[in-house]
């Protein structure tokens, strides 16, 4: 089955140790998009990639880095990790243009100590 | 800047009894409205999407209805495998603008 694959589903790290998470898809999607996502709140999107185009959020911490080698293939760098970064980490894909629903992959919760 | 307000925040039902989450939100141009339901410790899953007032989607126990200001999801003659937090999103150009959903439980 297509899907989209997020790895490690369990991360731990300590304060300041970067750390780097990996997203996965055989959906063939060229736009990929990492949410974070803290406890009982909506996903908050921090970049998104049409090919291999970037584009950040405004908002988006410069602690926060993206990757993205190849159409299969995203990573989140989180450079030096504080005690407000623990959440889910959410990847997700979609076809480009139109109106376009956004598949989701199960996550990587990523707690810092 | 869109905004998504979902309520009620949670919603306990016993099962069999039918009822309705609402999804209310402000964007400058409207390019689709979608539904997702999120379990414990995973990925939203996809429901549906929603383009223009008036229009309706059904899938099993669920239906999705659209207004020009709001969005309602019914579900109806709920199972406990229906528990889940459900989370509307509108897209505004590329960007998907979520609410906080609204999780729901079904006793048995």
């Known amino acids: 089955d297509a899907m989209v694959i997020q790895n490690p589903r369990y991360q731990v790290t300590q304060f300041g140790k970067p750390v780097t998470l990996s997203c996965s898809q055989t959906l063939n999607h060229n736009v990929m998009y990492w949410y974070q996502q803290k406890s009982s709140q909506a996903p908050k999107l921090l970049f998104h990639y049409y090919d291999k185009d970037f584009n950040n959020e405004a908002d988006t911490p410069d602690n926060f880095q993206s990757r993205r080698p190849n159409t299969s293939f995203c990573f989140l760098d989180i450079r030096s990790p504080g005690l407000g970064d623990a959440a889910m980490y959410l990847c997700?894909?979609?076809?480009?243009?139109?109106?376009?629903?956004?598949?989701f992959g199960p996550g990587t919760r990523l707690t810092v100590l | 800047e869109d905004q998504v307000t979902q309520s009620p925040e949670a919603l306990r039902l016993q099962e069999g009894e039918s009822s309705s989450l609402n999804c209310s939100y402000t964007v400058s141009g409207l390019r689709g409205l979608f539904w997702y339901r999120q379990d414990p410790g995973k990925g939203p899953e996809f429901l549906f999407t929603?383009?223009?007032a008036g229009e309706e989607k059904e899938k099993e126990r669920l239906k999705a209805t659209l207004t020009k200001k709001e969005s309602f999801l019914h579900i109806t003659a709920p199972k406990p495998e229906d528990s889940a937090t459900y989370l509307c999103a509108v897209q505004d150009d590329y960007k998907l603008s979520f609410g906080a959903g609204t999780t729901v439980t079904v006793r048995a």
């Open positions: 997700a894909t979609s076809r480009q243009g139109g109106y376009n629903e956004q598949f």
């Open positions: 929603l383009y223009s």
